[in-house]
């Protein structure tokens, strides 16, 4: 670990101890609007709320409302599992975690760590759940 306590090891799982901003309220709004048994993509929900995916993660990464804010339905670029509070790797106990979670839900997790493709809301689909949900 860094000096300071910085890097990976200290930041997996800490939490904030503030209210959330607006912007991770709206990620946290766009997040639950996700169906069981589906996923979006970091990168769709960035489109969707104007910014960037490393936005969107670093607001998942805090969390304080898991899992009813479920997270776990956020997936990398190419369908893979991605990032989970913070970790990284199929290795991790945390995107493990992950893995089991979505498979809990009914979605598909093939071996190397991808979400059937079938599984996974594009950015239009993603603006549509969160209309149905009421969060648009």
């Not at 069981?36 to 929900?45: K, P």
């Not at 995916?53 to 776990?72: E, T």
């Not at 369908?79 to 089991?100: M, P, Q, T």
């Amino acid at each position: 670990m860094m000096a300071g306590g910085s890097g990976p090891a200290a930041s997996s799982s800490i939490k904030p101890v503030r209210p959330p901003t607006l912007f991770e309220t709206r990620v946290y709004a766009a997040t639950s609007s996700i169906p069981r048994g589906r996923v979006t993509t970091y990168g769709a929900m960035a489109a969707v709320l104007g910014t960037a995916p490393r936005a969107v993660g670093q607001a998942l990464k805090r969390n304080p409302f898991a899992p009813r804010v479920p997270c776990h339905r956020v997936v990398a670029a190419g369908a893979a599992l991605g990032g989970f509070s913070g970790e990284w790797g199929a290795a991790s106990l945390a995107v493990s975690r992950k893995a089991d979670l979505l498979r809990g839900e009914g979605v598909e997790v093939r071996d190397g760590g991808r979400v059937a493709p079938g599984a996974v809301l594009d950015a239009d689909a993603l603006k549509a759940a969160m209309r149905a949900a009421g969060c648009d």
